[in-house]
């Protein structure tokens, strides 16, 4: 009689919990999501699925972060207008092909002004483990690729039309990410990302670039390794309407330059370390499951040897 008394108990305690469970599971499939702004999203989950999602991003100088992680006010009045297109595709069911291209226009306020492409990312994304709408355990994606040097370093005519840096990088990342419900039917979407980028030569390096020489130099330079760490959040006020937030520190190693002047004279330098901040609040609106609209905007809130900005940006995320 006691036995039996305990399974019905057992049981009878065990139907919310799997009810909830799959309330919450049903919660977090109905729900849609575009964002948010800068993190990295997992692989796709179908082959032969494409997203493509074009950012217009408007940068603006607000001045520089010394070494000690002061901050001056003003800036050099150095603008950017960045299309950003984000595209990627299902190979298989778990591994994804993404490559973002960067068109950009730089203006210094007065009459100089730089027009073209960054350089391009291409990346192989394979995503290790699926989500548990039920449980929130996460998805893990593991990606690498290269970073390809499409955009003009050396040789310029004017400084604001270096885009590049005159080599290949390596870069590898993860992505996590977990669905889960909350209280009162809004379902949470949470993504750690990191990645890190490294040289694999050095650059030959003419005259006038981005690395800060002049007219009359010949030699090389070696960017160094950089890095970047984040997290973000989309909140579910209803299916439609999402608020969403980044937290992102990147880093920057020392780049390394060696050559000779317009003179002959020896040139020897080793730049400094640069880190930066940025949180990106935003709010989006979804049309569907498979489109929707993000706008928001990234602030700069320190850094060393880096300048500050405000990037307000708007971007449409559509899937096929």
């Not at 692989?43 to 100088?61: C, F, S, T, W």
Request: glycine content about 12%; aromatic content about 6%.
């Amino acid at each position: 009689m006691r036995i039996t008394t305990a399974l019905v108990a057992v049981f009878t305690l065990g139907l919310p919990c799997g009810a909830f469970a799959q309330e919450a599971d049903l919660a977090v499939r109905n729900q849609w999501f575009t964002g948010s702004l800068e993190a990295s999203s997992p692989a796709l989950a179908k082959a032969g699925a494409l997203a493509i999602e074009p950012y217009l991003i408007y940068k603006i100088d607000t001045g520089a972060y010394e070494d000690n992680g002061h901050h001056n006010r003003g800036g050099d009045g150095i603008d950017q207008t960045q299309v950003v297109i984000v595209m990627k595709y299902g190979i298989t069911d778990r591994l994804s092909f993404q490559a973002l291209p960067t068109f950009v226009r730089v203006t210094d306020g007065r009459s100089r002004s730089g027009l073209g492409i960054a350089d391009l990312p291409i990346e192989l994304e394979y995503r290790l483990k699926d989500e548990n709408g039920r449980t929130g355990s996460p998805s893990i994606t593991a990606s690498a690729g290269l970073v390809l040097p499409t955009g003009r370093y050396d040789r310029l005519h004017n400084a604001l039309n270096g885009l590049g840096g005159g080599v290949t990088l390596a870069k590898q990342g993860v992505v996590v990410e977990s669905l889960f419900d909350t209280k009162g039917g809004h379902p949470v979407r949470i993504r750690v990302f990191a990645s890190a980028t490294e040289p694999l030569a050095s650059a030959g390096v003419q005259d006038l670039s981005v690395y800060g020489t002049a007219s009359g130099f010949a030699g090389r330079a070696r960017p160094g390794v950089s890095t970047q760490i984040g997290i973000a959040a989309g909140y579910a006020i209803d299916q439609r309407w999402v608020l969403a937030a980044d937290l992102v520190r990147s880093d920057a190693g020392r780049s390394r330059l060696s050559g000779v002047d317009g003179t002959g004279s020896p040139i020897g330098t080793t730049g400094a370390r640069a880190s930066s901040t940025a949180l990106a609040p935003a709010i989006e609106y979804n049309w569907s499951a498979n489109a929707g609209i993000i706008a928001g905007v990234e602030v700069s809130v320190a850094g060393r040897n880096t300048a500050s900005y405000v990037a307000p940006q708007i971007a449409i995320a559509l899937s096929f």
